[in-house]
């Protein structure tokens, strides 16, 4: 079986979870996480990162730091996981889509300014599979109509716009190290920005709001996302290799790209010019001509042993969303089909260029 995804963790990961034992520094009060928050921070190029538990109260925290709150709007793409719903929901926030543009899976930038109105607060761009967003006309309607910029970088761990790395070009940005992620703490996340106050916000929401200079008071509502030191303890050792990491999987990417160039009818994110890509995920859609969608992909690769994921499902086809009112009767047109004729093939750190043929082989067999 080729498995869709595996971590590597063969560096100093047991070592340092072997201190964490040893000192008993096992909570979230500990030397690894403000060490990893230190390291990710700089690596992005940001002043400040607050560690918490997961991506999805990553991009909760980040919402709030921003000051997005009741009744405010969130412009956020149809295409992408429901964390980035559910943060702005949990906030009393309104999650308004737009739909993706079909090279790249991204927010289709060009529908942002239709759907603002005197309510919106936030642009979320969701960089999607290791793939940056066209951040200039972003950054520029953001400018225009005084909005914060919060960037779901969850799924691109050392890509770059223009030279710059993502999760540093909004105001502030979520992050994920779930197993499958480029750098992983098994389950964590964190909020990275440069302003001092949304650092301020971020890592009191994290922590319950405890107020600085009264501790058992509160006059804001928060959680506990906080990250353990036995998390950062492996994500600190994961830092020593994420330039490595990226250069697997933009060399495993690029191998792909070249088996599948050859294969007719199969389609996969470009890098546009203005990008540097880090294929999180190596993703294929399947030309509606094929004949063939992705289920029936997914199921007979199944059968060869090649492990796969789905797309996500737009935001507006979802039963619990319409549940409480949102999303009803819309309709994203590359959303709805990518959902359907897109999935994932086999993309972790352990992956074998040999591998890679026989997947690329058993693709053109199925279709063939
Ligand atoms: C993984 C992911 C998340 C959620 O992260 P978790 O750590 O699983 O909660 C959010 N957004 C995107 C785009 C993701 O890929």
Partial sequence: ???????????????????????????????????????????????????VCNGTAALETALFAAGVGKGDEVIMPSFTIISCALAAIRLGAVPVLVDCEPETWNMDVNQIESRLTSKTKAIMPVHIYGHPVNMDPVLAIAKKHNLVIVEDAAEVHGAEYKGQKCGSIGHVSAWSFYANKIITTGEG????????????????????CFRPEKRFYHTELGYNFRMTNLQAAIGVAQMERIEEFVRIKRRLGEYYREGLS???????????????????????????????????????????????????????????????????????????????QGLYLPSGMTLTERQIDEVVAAVNKIIG
């Fill in 1 to 51: 079986m080729i498995p869709v995804n595996q971590p590597l963790l063969n560096g100093h990961e047991k070592e340092l979870l072997a201190q964490c034992i040893e000192t008993g520094w096992i909570s979230s009060d500990g030397p690894f996480v403000i060490e990893f928050e230190r390291k990710f921070a700089d690596y992005i190029g940001v002043k400040y990162g607050i560690a």
């Fill in 189 to 208: 996340g964190m909020v990275l920005t440069s302003d001092p106050k949304m650092a301020e916000r971020a890592a009191s929401y994290r922590n319950l």
């Fill in 262 to 340: 050859k294969i007719k009818g199969i389609k996969y994110q470009i890098e546009k010019p203005w990008a540097k890509m880090v294929y999180w995920m190596y993703c294929i859609e399947l030309d509606n001509a094929l004949g063939i969608d992705a289920e029936t992909m997914m199921r007979e690769l199944g059968k060869e042993g090649i492990g796969t994921r789905p797309f996500f499902l737009g935001l507006h086809e979802q039963p619990a969303l319409h549940d409480l009112d949102l999303f009803k009767g819309e309709s994203y047109p590359v959303t709805e089909r990518i959902a359907r």
